[in-house]
Nanobody
């Protein structure tokens, strides 16, 4: 089992940048594909980005964030990052990281472990 703790969320102006971090417990972090999801008030949780296991380098992004967000991982630090640039008010949401044993995926049910979330607010 793995425990995930997100950090880095805060309020920023539109056009600004933030880097979210998600640190995992345990010694098997590298074996998990990792994902970032977000949930805005009144909306369903939606996929943002995912990165493959180990050092595969495989990444995939949701269309609304492609070209603005970058997911990366540091297996030595048990941490996955989400670099968010050119932020827009519609990026406002609680951001969750998640771990999957079944490879990269864009669907929530593929991820067995979830963090508690971190709030990102983008003001216009």
């Amino acid at each position: 089992q793995v425990q995930l703790v997100e950090s880095g969320g805060e309020q920023v102006q539109a056009g600004g940048s933030l880097r979210l971090s998600c640190t995992a417990s345990g010694r098997t972090f590298a074996t998990y594909a990792m994902g970032w999801f977000r949930q805005a008030p009144g909306k369903e949780r939606e996929f943002v980005a995912t990165i493959g296991r180990f050092t595969s380098g495989i990444t995939y992004y949701a269309d609304p964030v492609n070209g603005r967000f970058t997911i990366s991982r540091d297996n030595a630090k048990n941490t996955v990052y989400l670099q968010m640039n050119s932020l827009k008010p519609e990026d406002t949401a609680v951001y969750y990281c998640a771990a999957s044993t079944s490879g990269i995926s864009t669907t929530t049910h593929s991820y067995a472990y979830w963090g508690q979330g971190t709030q990102v607010t983008v003001s216009s």
